[in-house]
């Protein structure tokens, strides 16, 4: 998914002299996406921004087998300009280009190149961290801070080494927490609390206080506690681990290790530093150039690694 992040870059807006120096003079990207596509290399990738209403864009053309938009990046990858494996290159054109100038392998012929500016040496630092992480639960992260420490990390209700705002099971009861906060009462958000002992079912390991773990009420060990009623009649249609009736146990069951889902949103910033543009490059007084950053959601798996 891609977003619009705003950025200001002055460059080189440049024409000939008398004596045929490159005068740097500027110009400026305005709420320009951040784009990658893929080289046609292997491994290889083009970072661009254009911008549609001057008939400009700036790229960034590097091969990396360590660059991956959705792993983070232990230490920044960093790239010589000058050693030729990348190229950062600033371009006017006749008209307005779109991505599949840079994502085509073939580029339309009537696309001409009017003006160009190529980076000969400087530094590229490309890294790719975590932005955000949601289990998407439906409750909100702040409201998941237990300890109330301002540190959603340091709440792990089930111990199971996966903090509560990442966490689909917060109690690891083999129920996930988004199944657990209805109440079923009209016009009230308040998260169920089956045997109104203070602590919400989606945090209580025994939802109806019958002093068997809900996650032991799973009668049939198929995985789920939500398909177990053993004394179903027309008076009564709870399952066991919401019925304080109901004490048969399966002491058999374990947490379900699938249910650790978590949607990530990495972001990937890319930073030009150094830079030296070829032709004159007195009057460039901003050496470092910031492409800024690109996110991308991906749907991962967490270890679980219970304390």
């Known amino acids: 998914m891609k977003k619009l992040f705003s950025f200001i870059f002055f460059i080189t807006v440049f024409f000939s002299c008398d004596d045929g120096d490159i005068i740097i003079t500027g110009f400026e990207f305005d ?12 491994n290889e990738f083009v970072f661009f921004k254009i911008n549609a209403s001057n008939n400009e864009a700036i790229s960034y053309n ?3 087998e360590e660059f991956n938009s959705i792993i983070v990046t232990d230490t920044p990858i960093t790239i010589d ?17 779109t991505n599949t100038y840079y994502c085509s392998n073939i580029p339309s012929s009537e696309i001409i190149v009017t003006e160009e500016l190529r980076g000969v040496s400087g530094i590229a630092v490309i890294e ?13 992260a702040e409201e ?3 300890n109330g420490n ?15 705002y ?7 009861d083999n129920v996930l927490t988004s199944v657990e906060l209805e109440n079923g009462i009209a016009e009230n958000d308040d998260p169920r609390d089956t045997d109104g002992d203070g602590t919400p079912d989606y945090l209580d390991n025994d939802d109806d206080g019958d002093g068997v773990p809900t996650i032991n009420e799973d009668i049939d060990g198929d995985g789920s506690p939500r398909n ?5 009649s027309e008076e009564d249609d709870l399952f066991n681990y919401l019925d304080p009736d109901s004490t048969e146990r399966n002491d058999d069951v374990s947490p379900d290790p699938n249910n650790t889902e978590v949607l990530t949103t990495f972001r990937t910033t890319v930073n030009i530093n150094n830079i030296v543009f070829d032709g004159n490059n007195e009057n460039f007084e901003n050496d470092d150039f910031s492409f800024g950053f690109r996110d991308v959601e991906n749907r991962r798996n967490l270890p679980k690694n219970p304390n």
């Open 31 to 42: 709420d320009a996406n951040l784009e990658i596509c893929n080289g046609s290399l292997e």
């Open 62 to 64: 590097f091969i990396s």
């Open 81 to 97: 300009l000058s050693e030729g494996t990348s190229s950062l290159i600033y371009r006017q054109f006749n008209t307005t280009i």
């Open 128 to 140: 790719t961290q975590i932005a955000v992480e949601d289990d998407q639960d439906n409750v909100p």
């Open 144 to 146: 998941e801070d237990i």
């Open 150 to 164: 301002g540190n959603l990390d340091d709440d792990d209700t089930d111990g199971d080494g996966i903090p509560n």
């Open 166 to 172: 990442k966490d689909q099971d917060d109690d690891d």
């Open 228 to 232: 177990d009623n053993t004394d179903a």
